[in-house]
């Protein structure tokens, strides 16, 4: 097929689900063709198979705020109509669905190509652009519409179809695709671990993990909060992973609970797979998630989660099983409970077998991009 993808190319769970998802498609040989601002950042632009279309967004001293949504859609169309595309598949509705929508219509009346072509385009939900930023009235009616003119719509959780169900008042099918992960490339190996850990904790120190992009949904300071209380009980160090608008707070309170020097603020990294099987543990205190792809990244390397039990967590996370849940805020008691388990290897060891297994069994790129590629032809052939 060809494909023709479209996502936040920068930092974020959605910009990294699609990326890989075309790396993935275009492995099995498909033709994708990202369409997005820049090249995503998961993209070396050597693989096989995947194409890049920058879009540009005209400037004029009139337009107070240039609109991208508009250079997208022209974007889609173009790309659409000259690579012949099967399909549309937009990552985030806001407002990729919008402007999906736009080229798909621009299509069907008036093609470069001097012929009417239909270019279905499906939507897939991955979280804040239905529980946050969708709900503000500003975007709610536009992103409702969008997804009701979808040709197919998915989400990466049973919770988040229902949220956008209550949320929205959507009414046709949402198919639940859930986030995967390359299982060949997360993965603990332990000479690499040997080889690199030292540069990060000594044997006796317990290493911690956080991995998200610092907004205040994933609630950074609960994740010092959290460490401080560890780091006061046992030997520990923190590898903080990714940038965003709440590392200043995170530094602020490492200050003030003097556990600065024992925190490795990396900011952004493209090993990601190589750090994260670093660890014990990951902490991932968020106020929201609908998947939780850094937890399922973990996991995959054999770092068990402290996380929140909030939206579509508790269908990755099986409380006490490969991970363990608590509620919102409550920073005591996953610290009492991070503390009970770095002090009990063998629950810790068993713990983490369990959550490499979770992640082979039901999360691995291998068997999640069949039902991608599956779901793309039952749409198109309901288009026949
Ligand atoms: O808010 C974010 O963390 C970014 C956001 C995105 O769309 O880039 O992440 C969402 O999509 C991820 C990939 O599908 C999910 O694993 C995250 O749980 C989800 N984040 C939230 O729901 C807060």
């Known amino acids: 097929m060809k494909i023709g993808i479209t ?35 998961r993209l070396t632009g050597r693989e096989a198979n995947i194409h890049f279309h920058e879009v540009s967004v005209a400037t ?15 974007r889609m169309a173009e790309v659409a109509d000259f690579y012949s595309l099967d399909l549309l598949h937009v990552h985030y509705a806001i407002p990729h669905s919008v402007s999906a929508l736009l ?10 190509l001097a012929r009417r072509r239909r270019l279905p385009f499906i939507t ?35 919770h988040l179809a229902e949220r956008t169900r209550e949320a929205f008042g959507v009414t046709g099918e949402i198919e639940v695709i859930r986030n995967f992960v390359n299982c060949d490339l997360y993965v603990r190996k332990p000479e690499l671990v040997a080889q690199m850990r030292p540069q990060f904790a000594t044997p006796d120190e317990a290493l911690l993990v956080h991995l998200s992009n610092f907004r205040p949904v994933k609630r950074v300071t ?3 909060e959290v460490f401080a209380r560890v780091a006061r009980a046992l030997p520990a160090r923190l590898m903080l992973i990714g940038d965003g608008p709440d590392r200043s707070a995170a530094e602020h309170l490492a200050l003030r609970h003097n556990v600065q020097d024992r925190i490795h603020f990396l900011g952004k990294q493209d090993n990601v797979n190589e750090l994260l099987p670093l660890a014990d543990l990951m902490i991932m205190p968020s106020q929201m998630e609908s998947f939780g792809l850094a937890a399922l990244e973990a996991m995959a390397s054999s770092v068990p989660a402290i996380a929140t039990r909030v939206g579509g967590v508790p269908e990755l996370i099986d409380d006490q099983i490969n991970g363990l849940l608590f509620p919102i805020g409550d920073v005591e008691a996953m610290a009492t409970a991070a503390i009970a388990i770095l002090n009990d290897r063998p629950r810790l060891e068993a713990m983490a077998l369990s959550a490499r297994r979770t992640a082979q069994d039901r999360f691995c790129a291998s068997s999640i991009i069949p039902l991608y590629e599956d779901y793309y032809s039952r749409v198109l052939d309901r288009m026949d």
């Open 7 to 41: 996502c936040y190319p920068t930092y974020g769970g959605s910009g990294v689900v699609a990326t890989e998802l075309g790396i993935e498609l275009a492995s099995r040989g498909h033709q994708i063709h990202f369409i997005t601002s820049s090249q995503p950042f």
């Open 103 to 112: 080229a798909s219509q621009m299509l069907e009346t008036h093609s470069l």
């Open 124 to 158: 897939t939900l991955h979280g804040t652009d239905i529980t946050l930023i969708g709900l503000d009235p500003s975007y709610l009616p536009i992103t409702r519409f969008a997804i009701e003119r979808s040709h197919g719509v998915t989400a990466i959780s049973q």
């Open 222 to 224: 609960d994740v010092i």
């Open 60 to 74: 004029y001293p009139l337009f107070e705020y240039p609109p991208y949504d508009l250079a997208l859609a022209t």
